[in-house]
């Protein structure tokens, strides 16, 4: 299985823009080899801020940087810290400036517009670097009817939408306090209008929550993928060990985009093109 995986890897290269260390006290060699295992040449690490552990007791910063550094052709990270403290910018600065290519994963009890988050935004643009959020009806990152707003105040800030609320509102019926919605998907929701009318708005299909997006009503991912094939990236966001089987939600997400997107080249897009050219990743 691995040695298959390998082999597809080589073929059709696979970038994953949503891991994390610690990740329910999985270990960094576990880590390393769910990555392997599961296909990935690239994976891009999000830590936790200092308070926390994104809810699942993920490393900080200095964890992604110390994994990167001993992996440097196989991990890249990101910054992160809570965004309403008084340390927010000068620790957010100081990984920007020694590595860091993204912030993220912002994932914490503020509304998604408040100043606290444009204080987020500013940092990224000042930085030219995207901002990774998860959206979590009245938990994190709140407000996503008015995010819209925020993508037109700072057009010029890549924005990479993620989670439960984010993938829920593909559906222009969507009730936002179910977290994992079934059943067929009307188009037009909130989500589908923000990767369709704002060229900085992108979205990570990690975790059960894309996952779920897809699966859900194969006609309406069809569709789906096709339409935004240019603005949606794999990640996997899963915590065993494997990296592979049912347990693994990157491997079943990596085969439902093989089996739903349209063609070879738009699952090359979202498997691999798209993160290249999003996140300004070498060549």
């Known amino acids: 299985m691995a040695c298959a995986a390998a082999a597809r890897a080589a073929s059709e290269p696979l970038i994953d823009i949503h891991q994390h260390t610690n990740y329910h006290d999985r270990t960094d060699e576990q880590l390393v080899n769910h990555q392997r295992v599961m296909g990935a040449a690239l994976t891009v690490l999000l830590p936790a801020g200092s308070r926390y552990g994104l809810a699942a007791n993920c490393g900080g910063n200095d964890t992604v940087v110390a994994l990167a550094k001993r992996y440097p052709k196989n991990y890249v990270y990101f910054a992160n810290e809570l965004p309403d403290i008084p340390e927010t910018k000068r620790v957010l600065e100081k990984?920007?400036?020694?590595?860091?290519i993204g912030i993220g994963e912002q994932k914490f009890h503020v509304e998604c517009d408040s100043p606290a988050m444009q204080l987020i935004y500013d940092i990224a643009k000042a930085h030219d670097v995207p901002v990774l959020m998860h959206f979590q009806h009245d938990a994190y990152n709140m407000g996503i009817e008015r995010f819209y707003r925020m993508a037109e105040k700072y057009p010029t800030v890549t924005f990479i939408g993620h989670a439960q609320t984010f993938w829920g509102n593909i559906d222009?019926?969507?009730?936002?306090?179910?977290?994992?919605?079934?059943?067929?998907?009307?188009?037009?929701?909130?989500?589908?209008?923000?990767?369709?009318?704002?060229?900085n708005v992108y979205g990570d299909l990690s975790a059960g929550s894309g996952l779920n997006a897809l699966t859900r009503d194969e006609d309406h991912a069809r569709d789906f993928l096709k339409r935004h094939q240019n603005k949606l990236m794999f990640g996997s966001d899963c915590e065993d060990a494997a990296g592979t089987g049912a347990k693994c939600i990157g491997a079943s997400q990596i085969a439902a985009i093989r089996r739903l997107a349209p063609d070879g080249a738009a699952i090359r897009k979202i498997l691999h093109d798209n993160a290249r050219r999003v996140l300004k990743l070498p060549s």
């Not at 990984?95 to 860091?100: F, I, Q, T």
């Not at 179910?178 to 060229?199: A, F, Q």
């Open 95 to 100: 990984y920007l400036n020694s590595g860091a």
């Open 172 to 199: 222009k019926n969507h009730v936002q306090n179910i977290m994992y919605p079934k059943g067929p998907v009307t188009p037009g929701g909130i989500t589908d209008r923000l990767l369709s009318d704002y060229p």
